[in-house]
């Protein structure tokens, strides 16, 4: 690199002036620069068009969930004014709620939803049951059993999101020390 002084305002400054050849580094530097902030940009467009598409896709599959439960409405309605008209049987009645449950269970399980069932005389577990009624006994062996179940839990990836309902077995006599 070459110095020269030079004289400014009254006040001498030395500035470099780079050489013939470290011009020529700049500016192939300045290329290279410049080709990474093209390739910058068109990542750039990139990402936008996938982002795009992503938001599209989400839309689309909300729709179709959407679309499930609105149809499983008007299923319901049709078959509420069905029951109002011709008075069906209980055991219709039952068949039909059956059937909703059933396809309400498929959405569900489509999305990764989880559903947990307790059973009657099984071991109370605290991370998946809810305990809404406490059912005293005499008998020690009977203690911590679901002797009801109210309701299912649902669990979704790894997230409860309601836990099962259930009245819980627990002893009335205190252990003697």
């Known amino acids: 690199m070459i110095t020269v002084s030079k004289t400014l305002c009254?006040?001498?400054?030395?500035?470099?002036?780079p050489s013939g050849e470290m011009?020529?580094?700049?500016?192939?530097?300045?290329?290279?620069l410049d080709d990474v902030i093209d390739q910058l940009a068109v990542n750039h467009q990139i990402m936008e068009l996938f982002?795009?598409?992503?938001?599209?896709?989400?839309?689309?599959q909300g729709t179709a969930h959407l679309m499930?439960?609105?149809?499983?409405?008007?299923?319901?309605?049709?078959?509420?004014?069905?029951?109002r008209k011709q008075r069906c049987s209980y055991k219709e009645i039952f068949s039909?709620?059956?059937?909703?449950?059933?396809?309400?269970?498929?959405?569900?399980?489509?999305q990764g939803v989880e559903i947990l069932r307790a059973y009657r005389?099984?071991?109370?577990?605290?991370?998946?049951?809810?305990?809404?009624?406490?059912?005293?006994?005499?008998k020690k062996e009977l203690?911590?059993?679901?002797?009801?179940?109210f309701g299912d839990g649902y669990r979704w990836?790894?997230?409860?999101?309601?836990?099962?309902?259930?009245?819980?077995?627990?002893?009335?006599?205190e252990e003697a020390n």
Request: neutral net charge.
């Open 23 to 32: 011009i020529e580094q700049l500016e192939v530097q300045r290329k290279q």
């Open 51 to 60: 982002y795009e598409e992503y938001q599209s896709m989400k839309r689309r």
């Open 121 to 138: 005389g099984t071991k109370f577990d605290p991370e998946t049951q809810k305990p809404i009624e406490k059912i005293e006994t005499d």
């Open 68 to 83: 499930n439960y609105i149809r499983l409405r008007e299923e319901l309605l049709k078959d509420l004014r069905r029951i």
């Open 96 to 110: 039909l709620f059956g059937m909703y449950i059933n396809e309400l269970s498929a959405i569900l399980e489509d």
């Open 10 to 17: 009254d006040t001498d400054k030395v500035q470099d002036i």
């Open 157 to 173: 990836n790894g997230m409860m999101l309601k836990k099962t309902d259930v009245a819980v077995v627990k002893s009335n006599k």
């Open 143 to 149: 203690e911590d059993a679901v002797r009801k179940v």
